[in-house]
């Protein structure tokens, strides 16, 4: 197999929250807790994980949002979070990111035509190439040239996911970030975004890390699946295999939810034990002592982080 | 046991005034909802469900406007452009909202929530009472009699929101109206809130008007489907066959625009989108968007039309029903 | 292409000032009563019957403390001025100022909270920091300071009143920068290597003006008072005894208050006349904006 184009080592992040109440001062809370992932050119890798999992907290670390605080980030393997300015910029080309709530992610107050050039104007182009290549795509995905003139306001949801995937790829990036990007819309609109994702992804041989809560999401056009729960990826391997048969009692769980029917805890604390070790079925006496090991399985294409698999 | 009809809505109609005149979101709606059922109202954003629960539930802002008839439990509430929600609403019929913990008091335990309300619903109980019923109420919720003293900050997400649950339920109502209960939550919690809800529809006899835009959770918890679209019901059926069988081509459309876990066909594409309110079509609401679309639904809004064992609002089915 | 960014934010304004129009009487009186105000401010020096006792470069000892009379419509001051003309020439002033102060505030107070907000974090804790001490000075000591430094002239008046006006722009600009900071259409322009400048002009500035122009309307009130107290108090930012403002010449007119009310009252009573007006205007301009008193029909579905 090829080199990854995105490599993911030992990822650990936290955000600093203040203490509450009266007292002064900031706590740590850990996002990531060591993240392994590889990301091969040309295929679609799908995250999923309830809230709180850190799948949104992957995007913004490898976006630069949010600073490593250990492990690294590589992009053709570059570590592009040690980087100088001028050496982040190319690479900030070859990334593009689609965002989570259309609303948020389009100024409401800037015309959809200077939304979408935003990523060219660092470059110096001339007038007629930012032209061209806003025309390239706003025709790729269907946009009508009359809604370059519009504001983000007139725009409904699934229309303004459609001007944030073409500000995504105008700079014809190679791997693109997309977190949750159907969760805001209604069914119908969700389907004509992800068949846009579809063909976009043939058309341009595009990389996609897909970020979402919705399992059946992230099947439609994932080749590989990540399951993350408290900042830690529980199981990875090919998505086709993860959905027939999930080995990780999370993982079975998202599959198959109303099996469940009552809530279960997922332990965010700051521990590394595993986080679902309360009420898992495969228990064991190691389970709250140790924390879990990363198991190779079916020759190396999978990974589960379980005791109950070692052997 | 007789057909008893809880809600029962004879052409209502329900708009919002605004700057311009009124908009009418919901059109002449007949809507039966028998006692003892789960009904689920399936539609997409602005599609009028929450504005149907609303008025079931008696919290329609001041400035809608109203036509047709309301029934709720024998007592008509909406009747022309006159509302009337007295002793009903927060009574008879209790609304359960997205975030149903926002309506605990963080400043009150969760015991004097519970007799508050227990006190000014049933007023003459005995404090010995009062306590034994708010115990009585957590119970039901499966919470612990220890909650009873706690604060809500003392409390995990999912117990403040089945303790919010329990204080909706202090009034004994008949009708509950879940407006998109489990429409932020993890794929897990949705289907524990479903099944509480579930559970406690079944033990309390409730009558359950469940609104959602969630068709996976729409089938496991529903006994009747009524899809809304564009402020109408496009289709109405007695049980969730009809989400497996849709008739009308718009929750065709819907089903096949869903993604399937094992299937990587192409999702179906629904051209446009949902008319905004006071911008409907004429004719059939859906032709804008229907691939089945002949001339008649361009110029005449289809009936409401028996087809099998469900009623369906398409031209399509008319002929098949006159023979 | 930009103009329609710009012209987003005036159709904003004027959709709020059409809709408070329609909805509240009071609004309508105090717009008309302003627009009075204003026109007779701006036509003051025309209209006023003696122009150059009105600019305080003539007096009339001879004349002095005359009641109202066709001649005096207003009567006379203590210097044999005519009040009506000294009004006039005070209205335009005071107003004048007023704007000047709103005006170069609201600007400045807009860059400086937004700058500050994407500034680095030791940046933006010394601004807060500094933007809070300067809430806390009292404008009217500072305005006295800076007339012993810069000489008792209306610049000094309008300098001070900045200085404690504009922070509180900042302020409340910082905190709706702020909000918008954490949102996916600043941050990427700033991944994609967009300087913090371009992020100010183009992102955040267009996202806070209307809401924070609808904050100085709702001021413009204050501002004439502010300056009429302190010109009042201290009879400083006056070049001269004989310079028209309406704060000093109350203080003036509360001397002869007894022997000759005419002198305190009419320019009194424009005060409180541009104070009531204004708050009526600015408070039904500032609760038709705020959203949680706002009937948001679609919200409803």
């Known amino acids: ?311 | 046991m007789a057909l008893v009809l809880v809600v029962r809505s004879e052409e209502l109609g329900i708009g919002y005034e605004h700057d311009e005149g009124v908009a009418w979101v919901v059109e002449d709606l007949d809507l039966e909802v028998e006692h003892g059922v789960v009904t689920c109202l399936i539609g997409e954003s602005g599609c009028g469900k929450s504005t149907i629960g609303n008025a079931i539930s008696g919290l329609l802002p001041p400035y809608a406007r109203t036509y047709g008839r309301l029934v709720v439990a024998d007592r008509v509430v909406i009747d022309g452009d006159k509302m009337n929600f007295t002793g009903v609403r927060g009574k008879v019929v209790v609304r359960i909202a997205q975030d149903p913990a926002s309506a605990l008091n963080p400043y009150l335990t969760i015991g004097e929530q519970l007799s508050t309300a227990i006190r000014t619903h049933f007023p003459g109980l005995s404090e010995h009472d009062v306590r034994s019923k708010a115990l009585e109420l957590l119970s039901d919720v499966m919470l612990g009699e220890d909650v009873y003293d706690r604060y809500p900050h003392q409390l995990s997400g999912g117990m403040k929101r089945r303790a919010a649950i329990a204080l909706a339920l202090a009034p004994e109502p008949e009708v509950i109206v879940a407006d998109e209960p489990t429409s932020a939550l993890d794929a897990y919690l949705k289907y524990a809130v479903a099944s509480l809800l579930k559970k406690l529809q079944r033990e309390w006899e409730l009558t359950l008007v469940f609104i959602t835009h969630d068709v996976s959770i729409a089938r496991y918890i529903c006994d009747q489907v009524v899809v809304v679209y564009a402020g109408r019901i496009v289709e109405e059926g007695a049980s969730p066959r009809c989400l497996e069988s849709p008739s009308h081509p718009y929750l065709e459309l819907l089903l096949k625009a869903l993604p399937k876990r094992f299937s990587k066909d192409r999702l179906a594409d629904i051209p446009g989108m949902p008319p905004r309110p006071g911008m409907y079509p004429t004719g059939c609401k859906f032709h804008p968007r229907c691939p089945y679309v002949f001339e008649r639904c361009r110029q005449e809004e289809p009936p409401i039309i028996k087809a099998g064992d469900r009623l369906v609002r398409c031209w399509r089915y008319y002929e098949q029903s006159l023979t | 292409m930009s103009s329609l960014p710009l012209r987003s934010t005036i159709e904003d304004i004027t959709s709020l000032l059409t809709r408070t129009w329609r909805k509240r009487p009071g609004f309508r009186v105090s717009l008309i009563i302003m627009i009075v105000l204003f026109t007779v401010a701006a036509l003051g020096p025309y209209i006023a019957p003696y122009p150059r006792q009105g600019l305080g470069v003539e007096i009339d000892v001879t004349n002095a403390l005359l009641p109202p009379s066709p001649k005096h419509i207003l009567g006379t001051d203590s210097l044999g001025r005519d009040v009506l003309s000294r009004v006039l020439f005070a209205l335009g002033r005071g107003l004048y100022q007023s704007l000047v102060v709103v005006a170069v505030s609201l600007v400045l107070g807009i860059v400086v909270g937004s700058f500050t907000a994407l500034a680095p974090r030791s940046i933006e804790a010394v601004v807060s920091y500094v933007i809070e001490l300067l809430l806390a000075l009292p404008s009217i000591l500072l305005a006295a300071l800076l007339a012993i430094l810069l000489g008792g002239t209306a610049t000094s008046i309008t300098v001070a009143l900045i200085v404690t006006w504009f922070p509180w722009y900042a302020r409340v600009s910082y905190l709706q920068a702020r909000g918008l900071r954490e949102l996916d259409f600043v941050r990427i322009p700033l991944y994609y290597g967009l300087s913090r400048a371009y992020v100010v002009v183009k992102h955040i500035g267009p996202n806070i003006l209307a809401p924070m122009i609808v904050e100085a309307l709702s001021d413009m009130g204050s501002v004439v008072l502010e300056i009429s107290s302190i010109t009042f108090l201290f009879g400083i930012g006056i070049g001269s005894f004989e310079e028209p403002d309406l704060g000093m010449m109350v203080a003036n007119g509360l001397r002869d208050l007894v022997r000759a009310p005419w002198v305190f009252t009419a320019p009194a009573a424009i005060l409180a006349l541009i104070a009531i007006v204004f708050t009526v205007f600015g408070e039904a301009v500032y609760e038709e904006h705020h959203p949680i008193l706002r009937r948001r029909w679609w919200l409803w579905f």
């Open chain 1, 1 to 311: 197999m090829s080199s990854p184009l995105l490599k993911i080592e030992n990822l650990h992040a936290f955000y600093t929250v203040p203490l509450g109440g009266l007292r002064y001062g900031y706590r740590k809370v850990w996002a990531l807790k060591g993240v392994n992932l590889d990301v091969f050119p040309g295929t679609t890798l799908g995250v999923v994980g309830g809230s709180g999992s850190g799948k949104t907290s992957l995007i913004r670390a490898i976006l630069g949002f949010l600073r490593p605080a250990k492990g690294r980030i590589l992009f053709r393997g570059m570590d592009i979070s040690k980087l100088d300015r001028r050496r982040r910029m190319e690479i900030v080309k070859e990334i593009g990111y689609v965002p989570q709530e259309p609303s948020q992610s389009i100024n409401p107050k800037m015309t959809i035509k200077d939304s979408i050039a935003e990523p060219l104007r660092p470059l110096g182009l001339s007038k007629e190439d930012i032209e061209k290549r806003i025309g390239v795509v706003m025709e790729m995905l269907d946009l009508d040239r009359s809604v370059g003139r519009m504001l983000a306001r007139e725009l409904s949801g699934g229309m303004l996911q459609r001007v944030a995937i073409a500000r995504a790829i105008i700079l014809k990036p190679r791997l693109l970030l997309l977190d949750e990007p159907t969760s805001f819309l209604d069914i119908s609109t969700q389907a004509q975004i992800l068949n846009i994702l579809r063909d976009l992804k043939e058309e341009l041989g595009l990389t996609y890390v897909l970020v979402s809560h919705d399992i059946d999401v992230v099947s439609y056009i994932s080749d590989r699946i990540a399951v993350m729960v408290s900042g830690k990826v529980v199981e990875e391997g090919v998505a086709e295999k993860i959905l027939r048969e999930p080995l990780h009692p999370y993982t079975s769980i998202l599959l198959n939810p109303e099996g469940v029917a009552r809530e279960i805890s997922i332990a965010n604390s700051e521990t590394d034990l595993c986080p679902i070790r309360s009420w898992c079925p495969l228990r064991m006496k190691k389970c709250s002592t140790e924390p879990p090991p990363a198991v190779k399985i079916d020759n190396e294409e999978r990974t589960v982080l379980c005791w109950h698999y070692t052997t």
